[in-house]
Antibody, heavy 118, light 110 residues
Framework: EVQLVESGGGLVQPGGSLRLSCAAS????????INWVRQAPGKGLEWVSY????????YYADSVKGRFTISRDNAKNSLYLQMNSLRAEDTAVYYC???????????WGQGTLVTVSS | EIVLTQSPGTLSLSPGERATLSCRAS???????LAWYQQKPGQAPRLLIY???SRATGIPDRFSGSGSGTDFTLTISRLEPEDFAVYYC???????????FGQGTRLEIK
């Protein structure tokens, strides 16, 4: 069974940093690209970042470019999102999702909540 | 960056009725890169359709996707009680490389 489990969320002050993790199981992690997608409370979905299977291709949304860094460790079946210079508008549930055809996301984790507040 | 506009914002229908949800792009989108998701309260999104018209694994055939260019449609042929949720379209564009979602359509029970 495909599973993606996010962790690392929590309360952080504006300007602070946080590192999210996504642990994958039930599939060959090194063969799949992964997306990070977030959802602010009561709002819609917003794509954050994409990383290819070998980490050779990385994309970011303009809203996080220069502040967030996506990475993966295929030996550990894990994905990461380093978030720096956090702002109130980064408050959201962050999902990792396995990419499939056409950059769609076929499997999603349950999400981890990041709250940026003083 | 391509903007996706979904309509209507809210759709009120009864079980058994047909639902037609629209997703319009600000510029042409490759059909290969258009997807639809369903999200219920407190849950992660679920992929319904990818490549504009291909059903994802395990998705009932009452869900269908169509369209090309700038106009795409998700149709639910006969609504079941479990279909009432929020639906999002999503596209990938290469110039610059980015993924965008529509703002969502809430499908509610009438």
């Amino acid at each position: 069974e495909v599973q993606l489990v996010e962790s690392g969320g929590g309360l952080v002050q504006p300007g602070g940093s946080l590192r999210l993790s996504c642990a994958a199981s039930g599939f060959t992690f090194s063969s799949y690209s992964i997306n990070w997608v977030r959802q602010a409370p009561g709002k819609g979905l917003e794509w954050v970042s994409y990383i290819s299977s070998s980490s050779s291709i990385i994309y970011y949304a303009d809203s996080v470019k220069g502040r967030f860094t996506i990475s993966r460790d295929n030996a550990k079946n894990s994905l990461y999102l380093q978030m720096n210079s956090l702002r109130a508008e980064d408050t959201a549930v962050y999902y990792c999702a396995r990419a499939s055809g056409g950059y769609s996301s076929s499997y999603w984790g349950q999400g981890t909540l990041v709250t940026v507040s003083s | 960056e391509i903007v996706l506009t979904q309509s209507p914002g809210t759709l009120s229908l009864s079980p058994g009725e047909r639902a037609t949800l629209s997703c319009r792009a600000s510029q042409s989108v490759s059909s290969s890169y258009l997807a639809w998701y369903q999200q219920k309260p407190g849950q992660a999104p679920r992929l319904l359709i990818y490549g504009a018209s291909s059903r994802a694994t395990g998705i009932p055939d009452r869900f269908s996707g169509s369209g090309s260019g700038t106009d795409f449609t998700l149709t639910i042929s006969r609504l079941e009680p479990e279909d009432f949720a929020v639906y999002y379209c999503q596209q990938y564009g290469s110039s610059p490389p980015s993924i965008t979602f529509g703002q969502g359509t809430r499908l509610e029970i009438k």
